[in-house]
């Protein structure tokens, strides 16, 4: 699996996130009041940059996926500000954003519902086309065709149906979908969750080469950190609704900050056995809080080994705390060179490094 360049970094963001929320009512009883919401999406902020992939890991539930899906504007967000070329998309209409979705195309987790089974292949290709109106040089059909060529199918499969298909190709024609009009920003959502193994790799490298060829921006989902780092030029970490750290891949791998990020790197499969006898393995306690429900203060602190009262009380903001590389930690990792006076009694002398370290930052950013 070859591993992509660094993207070139623009002054300008292609697609802009700040204070992105999404709550999802529950609502009981005969007159159906609401009696609480879930917090899937709570408060995030990043940026993507034009031809650059960012990476978005975390446990199932932690909001990744709907995320993806606000971004594309499938759903509508409760707060927060979506900018796309500098332009205001988050409460556009349906007939405002259908010219949009020339831009902005989604990938989907499973190849199996995603396509209609009762259109051939050559109509789902081919719908983005009559959607939009668009008649491109040559053809629908000769376009269709070329497009299945791309993602390395075989043109001649125009009028097969889905169920005759792989579930890797499957995902290729929905590749071929998201392609067809050109998009500059595509939204994957983990693209190759739902494929066998020796599948994976194929469909990765595709996309990478996709990208190259055509000058995509990626905003990639995923659970399996093996996958992002081959595709990422930066990894998003989410846990429970909120970005916990942000960085380059390179420095994320190799020198994570949050707690939660190095207990998901201990658990990457390694398969050199003397390598994997030499790691350790940090086993989270507990199972991922309600977010109906979330804890107060950090989120993580009710599953973290280094949870102090500051966790428990405080809500530790996203902040830079290297070139590039910002966590949201009272104790992060990595920072222990750092020296200053001590903060509160609550904490074990081996953290409180780590947590004057980010209060330090905060209360630059702050003046």
């Known amino acids: 699996m070859t591993v992509p360049e660094k993207a070139t970094t623009s002054p300008e963001p292609l697609l802009k996130v700040s204070g992105l929320v999404k709550h999802f009512p529950i609502k009981k009883g005969l007159l159906q009041r609401q009696s609480g919401a879930v917090q899937a999406v709570d408060g995030l902020d990043f940026d993507v940059r034009p031809g650059e992939t960012l990476g978005v890991v975390g446990e199932s539930g932690c909001g990744k996926s709907t995320m993806g899906r606000l971004v594309t504007r499938l759903l509508e967000p409760t707060s927060g500000t979506i900018e796309f070329e500098g332009k205001d998309i988050t409460h556009l209409n349906t007939a405002q954003m259908r010219p949009m979705r020339r831009d902005v195309q989604m990938i989907f987790q499973d190849p199996y519902s995603s396509l209609n089974p009762r ?3 050559g109509a789902i290709v081919s719908a983005p086309f009559r959607l939009q109106g668009v008649t491109p040089e040559g053809g629908i059909k000769a376009e269709v065709q070329r497009l299945l060529a791309l993602v390395g199918l075989n043109p001649e499969h125009y009028n097969r149906y889905p169920h005759e298909f792989s579930g890797g190709q499957r995902q290729r024609i929905g590749i071929a979908r998201a392609l067809a009009l050109k998009p500059k920003l595509v939204v994957a959502d983990e693209p190759v969750s739902a494929l066998d193994v020796s599948i994976q790799a194929q469909v990765v490298n595709l996309l990478d080469d996709l990208q190259d060829e055509l000058g995509l921006t ?10 992002i780092r081959h595709v990422s030029d930066r990894i998003a970490v989410m846990y429970l609704g909120k970005i916990v750290e942000l960085a380059d891949r390179k420095d994320l791998y190799e020198r994570p900050m949050h707690p939660y990020t190095k207990a998901l790197l201990s658990a990457v499969p390694v398969p050199d056995p003397k390598r994997r006898a030499k790691r350790e393995r940090i086993l989270l306690k507990g199972d991922v809080p309600s977010p109906i429900a979330p804890p107060s203060g950090c989120r993580f602190h009710t599953r973290c080994w280094k949870a102090t009262e500051v966790c428990e009380r405080q809500e530790p ?18 920072v222990s060179d750092v020296q200053l006076p001590p ?8 953290e409180k490094a780590g947590a004057e370290a980010a209060q330090k930052v ?3 950013t702050e003046s």
Do not use: F, M, N
């Open 218 to 227: 990626y905003v990639i989902i995923a659970h399996d950190l093996s996958v």
């Open 119 to 121: 259109h051939t292949v």
């Open 362 to 364: 905060t209360k630059k």
């Open 317 to 334: 903001p996203l902040v830079s705390l290297a070139t590039g590389h910002q966590v949201a930690c009272h104790h992060p990792e990595s």
């Open 343 to 350: 903060r509160g009694p609550d904490q074990a002398p081996e």
